[in-house]
């Protein structure tokens, strides 16, 4: 046995870690502050809306695709590698692209690559730990530390040499990721036949299933509908891009700290429980959006508010993670992890990225905001009641056959 292969597995999982803080770097300079850079390119809000719901329409096709190519020829590792390999290109290509079109297409490329890659690896961490998988939420630090750094990083480098340096470093971080990829641990226990089905009809045949998908729509609109345009909103408010960036860190600190509280906090709380608390302190987080800069609500507010807000990804995404490990077949499981993409990403970022730049051409933008964190309180409470109603169907379900 090689001395790999004796290593524990959360010391072999430590490619992992570095994938989703290289990951996240390069999405957190890079993402939120497209906006900013196709604002300066002399498009409005609506055409900048019509972007941002391109490249999350793109996901569904990437989701689906990149994930049934992984789970065909059983070697999601080497799909992330590809991918992350023509994510390099891609954004070599945007930085020299002029129009609209190029720009449309550069950015549908961008996110047909880039965002099934942290789902596989998710797939692939969940194989690495074995039964140790109460400790995925300690590996997905990573992705908060990731974040806070490229926000750091934005905000030292946006105001000194403008946006387009953002290119070249979001170029050598994913190359980074390609490194990080080729040190994992190809998938194993599924033996890789030429012509090895994918059993996709599993992932639409349970109630669970809807609830999983379902609550990951809900979540991506929630997301991306509010800060998608985060950047725009603060720089129309008067606010800076070190400011922007500023709470952005304080966010995924408190995101750092529910994930590295996670093995704590699973056994406490019931899955679903989780998920609707993250959905309740996310509008807080951006209810402190809608009031930032007034009087009754001074800078101390909005970072507790986005310090507790910012626990809402690791709320939401680590109890749905494990549900969809326990739920479908290793043969299907790179697809069922991509499909997180699809609903949250594809059809929940989507409507929400343009419902937001719709209305954010309409209504004053403290209106805005207040609209979404309400729409997003209330999603917490149908997550929770959606949840008592999917149990209650399977266990009847569970009775039926049993009789």
């Given at each position: 046995?090689?001395e790999?292969?004796?290593?524990?597995?959360?010391?072999?999982?430590i490619?992992?870690?570095?994938?989703?803080?290289?990951?996240?770097?390069?999405?957190?300079?890079?993402v939120?502050?497209?906006?900013?850079?196709?604002?300066l390119?002399?498009?409005?809000?609506?055409?900048?809306?019509?972007?941002?719901?391109?490249?999350?329409?793109v996901?569904?096709?990437?989701a689906?695709?990149?994930g049934?190519f992984?789970?065909?020829?059983?070697?999601?590792?080497?799909?992330?590698?590809?991918?992350?390999?023509?994510?390099v290109?891609?954004?070599?290509y945007?930085s020299?692209?002029?129009?609209?079109p190029h720009l449309?297409a550069?950015?549908?490329?961008?996110?047909?690559?880039?965002?099934?890659?942290?789902?596989?690896?998710?797939?692939?961490?969940?194989?690495?730990?074995?039964?140790?998988?109460?400790y995925?939420?300690?590996?997905?630090?990573?992705?908060?530390?990731?974040?806070?750094?490229?926000a750091?990083?934005?905000g030292?480098?946006?105001?000194?040499?403008?946006?387009t340096s953002l290119?070249?470093?979001?170029?050598?971080?994913?190359a980074l990721?390609?490194?990080?990829?080729l040190?994992?641990?190809?998938?194993?226990?599924?033996?890789?036949?030429?012509?090895a089905?994918?059993?996709?009809?599993q992932?639409?045949?349970?109630?669970?299933?809807?609830?999983?998908?379902?609550?990951?729509?809900l979540?991506?609109?929630?997301e991306?509908?509010?800060l998608?345009?985060l950047?725009?909103?603060?720089?129309?408010?008067?606010?800076?891009t070190?400011?922007?960036?500023?709470l952005?860190?304080?966010?995924?600190?408190?995101?750092?700290?529910?994930?590295?509280?996670?093995?704590?906090?699973?056994p406490?709380?019931?899955?679903?429980?989780?998920?609707m608390?993250?959905?309740l302190?996310?509008?807080?987080?951006?209810?402190s959006?809608?009031?930032?800069g007034t009087q009754?609500?001074?800078?101390?507010?909005?970072?507790?508010?986005?310090?507790?807000?910012?626990?809402?990804?690791?709320?939401?995404l680590t109890p749905?993670?494990?549900?969809i490990?326990?739920?479908?077949?290793?043969?299907?499981?790179?697809?069922?992890?991509?499909?997180?993409?699809?609903?949250?990403?594809?059809?929940?970022?989507?409507?929400?990225?343009?419902?937001?730049?719709w209305l954010?051409?309409?209504?004053?933008?403290?209106?805005?905001m207040?609209?979404f964190?309400?729409?997003?309180?209330?999603?917490?409470i149908?997550?929770r009641?959606?949840?008592?109603?999917?149990?209650?169907?399977?266990?009847?379900?569970?009775?039926?056959?049993?009789?």
């Amino acid at each position: 046995m090689s001395e790999t292969n004796r290593m524990h597995p959360l010391l072999r999982s430590i490619p992992y870690f570095l994938f989703f803080v290289f990951y996240w770097v390069a999405e957190a300079l890079f993402v939120p502050y497209l906006g900013l850079y196709f604002e300066l390119r002399g498009m409005n809000s609506v055409q900048i809306g019509m972007l941002n719901g391109l490249f999350y329409v793109v996901t569904i096709v990437s989701a689906m695709t990149i994930g049934y190519f992984a789970d065909k020829t059983r070697r999601p590792r080497l799909t992330v590698s590809i991918c992350f390999s023509c994510v390099v290109l891609v954004v070599l290509y945007m930085s020299r692209a002029a129009t609209l079109p190029h720009l449309a297409a550069a950015y549908a490329l961008y996110g047909y690559f880039v965002v099934s890659c942290c789902d596989l690896v998710d797939k692939l961490l969940l194989e690495q730990l074995e039964s140790d998988t109460r400790y995925f939420g300690l590996f997905r630090v990573g992705s908060p530390l990731g974040y806070s750094g490229g926000a750091i990083l934005a905000g030292v480098l946006i105001p000194r040499l403008g946006t387009t340096s953002l290119f070249p470093v979001c170029m050598l971080f994913a190359a980074l990721c390609i490194a990080m990829s080729l040190l994992m641990k190809e998938s194993s226990g599924v033996p890789r036949r030429q012509k090895a089905g994918v059993p996709v009809k599993q992932l639409f045949t349970s109630w669970q299933s809807a609830y999983i998908y379902g609550t990951m729509v809900l979540w991506g609109f929630s997301e991306a509908g509010a800060l998608s345009y985060l950047a725009v909103y603060m720089s129309d408010r008067g606010f800076s891009t070190e400011y922007t960036s500023v709470l952005i860190t304080i966010a995924m600190v408190g995101q750092t700290v529910a994930f590295s509280l996670m093995p704590a906090i699973q056994p406490v709380l019931h899955p679903k429980t989780m998920v609707m608390l993250g959905f309740l302190v996310f509008s807080g987080r951006i209810l402190s959006l809608a009031l930032i800069g007034t009087q009754q609500f001074p800078f101390f507010l909005v970072a507790v508010f986005h310090f507790i807000g910012g626990s809402a990804q690791a709320l939401i995404l680590t109890p749905i993670t494990l549900m969809i490990g326990r739920t479908f077949s290793r043969e299907v499981s790179s697809t069922a992890q991509t499909m997180k993409t699809v609903a949250s990403k594809g059809i929940g970022s989507s409507t929400g990225a343009f419902l937001y730049g719709w209305l954010y051409s309409q209504l004053p933008a403290r209106s805005v905001m207040v609209l979404f964190t309400c729409l997003i309180f209330g999603f917490g409470i149908l997550s929770r009641l959606g949840g008592v109603w999917v149990d209650a169907r399977t266990k009847a379900g569970q009775a039926r056959q049993s009789v």
